[in-house]
């Protein structure tokens, strides 16, 4: 399938495909939190089943992100520096799944209540899931760009395109 990976040469040179479904549930669950409120006065009516649709699909799509987390850690070993940190990201990110599970569930059951606590409780939970989400997240980025997880590492020779070039550079 050499097509295949000329057309997603990213992707074909992956160590696991975790990093390709991360941001998916990374847009999709502060946006729901945004359409939320935005739509929480009733208008206009197509921002409340935007909102639903989008933490659905966060959810289902942070479930495969949990998922592929744990098969891309396996791999990992327990003496690489940053690697308590995954714990961490790993714990904090199953929280957050939880949570919108739960938050989930609860917008399918509430959707056609729309009383003050109603409100109140499902705009707290999608506050709660963005703070949650950005903190886990946080720790993922820490995880790539400090230590270098699911980095691979290459010794890549100079292009021959900018090899010696110095016109690239600012000044």
């Known amino acids: 399938m050499q097509w295949l ?11 696991n495909i975790h990093p390709m479904l991360v941001h998916f549930p990374i847009v999709l669950f502060p946006l729901a939190c945004l359409l939320f409120f935005l ?9 409340a089943p935007a909102a639903r649709w989008a ?3 966060g959810t289902l799509t942070a479930a495969s992100a949990i998922v592929s987390g744990y098969l891309a850690a396996d791999g990992l070993g327990h003496d690489k520096p940053g690697h308590d940190l995954i714990h961490d990201h790993r714990n904090l990110m199953i929280i957050t799944g939880t949570l919108a599970l739960v938050l989930s569930t609860l917008v399918f059951l509430l959707r056609k209540k729309n009383r003050p606590s109603v409100r109140w409780l499902l705009g707290v939970g999608h506050l709660v899931l963005v703070v949650l989400l950005v903190i886990g997240s946080d720790r ?7 230590y270098g997880f699911g980095v ?3 010794n890549l020779p100079a292009s021959k ?8 550079q600012h000044n």
Not at 39 to 47: E, L, Q, S, Y
Request: no cysteine.
């Open 152 to 154: 691979q590492q290459q």
């Open 140 to 146: 993922g980025a820490v995880l790539v760009y400090r």
């Open 55 to 57: 933490l659905w699909v």
């Open 161 to 168: 395109d900018h090899a010696g070039d110095n016109e690239h």
């Open 39 to 47: 739509g929480n006065g009733g208008r206009p009516a197509w921002m």
């Open 5 to 15: 990976s000329d057309l997603l040469p990213g992707l074909n040179g992956a160590l």
